[in-house]
């Protein structure tokens, strides 16, 4: 399952460590260490009623928040190394993505390119913003980091403790022993590498079991 897809799409969720988050008011300068089409992007779930919000990468097909009917929205990740000379993912808004499309239609690819990052205002007048300072750096000894290891639990079953840690009601999840529909290929896809692999099936299909409760079973 390839759930890192690279290029532009939309964006945007907010997590601390790996990552650069903005303060309203306090910009930052980052040098960016690619241009646009080396931006990653990932589905992710924000459970935005809950506090604070868990935010989940989509799992596709065993994906617990898909089954609980959460719809994931695309986080857009970018490359930066910030004035300590450290590398950070910052996680591009729709609107900045925008700005920066402009830029690099202008200047060619944008890595090297110092930017001034801004954000403004709070609650829905939350804006972003991202400003050319006009000057390119020599960015190739450095290396965009592995993103996936990054992205917090990224198993069903890892996933539901988190869910259930923040009071999401998980129990709705029994497990049942589903059919996994056969995926028919289509006729043009390119024959997989590997011949059998077994499809990634969630927890709640797997199970024998057809009335016994998501939280009865499973270890992380
Ligand atoms: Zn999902």
């Not at 964006?11 to 080396?38: C, E, K, R, Y």
């Not at 097909?61 to 993912?89: D, M």
């Not at 700005?99 to 709070?122: F, P």
């Not at 029994?174 to 927890?203: F, H, M, N």
């Amino acid at each position: 399952m390839s759930i890192i897809k690279k290029g532009i799409t939309a964006a945007m969720i907010n997590s601390g460590g790996h990552f650069l988050t903005l303060q309203p008011d306090q910009p930052v300068d980052v040098v960016l260490l690619h241009g646009l089409d080396d931006i990653q992007s990932v589905d992710t779930h924000s459970w935005w009623d809950y506090t604070p919000a868990p935010h989940l990468t989509c799992l596709g097909e065993v994906c617990p928040s898909c089954a609980l009917g959460n719809e994931p929205h695309i986080s857009s990740y970018y490359a930066v190394v910030t004035q300590t000379r450290e590398v950070k993912y910052f996680i591009a808004k729709p609107s900045v993505i925008t700005q920066l499309q402009k830029y690099e239609k202008a200047l060619g690819n944008l890595a090297g390119r110092l930017v001034r990052l801004d954000k403004t205002g709070t609650g829905l007048k939350t804006k972003y913003s991202a400003i050319m300072l006009g000057k390119k750096l020599d960015v190739s000894k450095y290396e965009v980091p592995e993103l996936e290891s990054m992205l917090g639990p990224l198993t069903s079953e890892s996933q539901l403790v988190k869910m259930t840690e923040a009071g999401i009601d998980v129990t709705s999840l029994k497990v049942t022993k589903k059919k996994v529909a056969k995926k028919t290929a289509p006729a043009d896809a390119v024959e997989p590498v590997v011949a059998s692999v077994e499809p990634d099936k969630a927890p709640w299909e797997d199970a024998e079991e057809t009335t016994e409760e998501i939280d009865g079973w499973g270890t992380i």
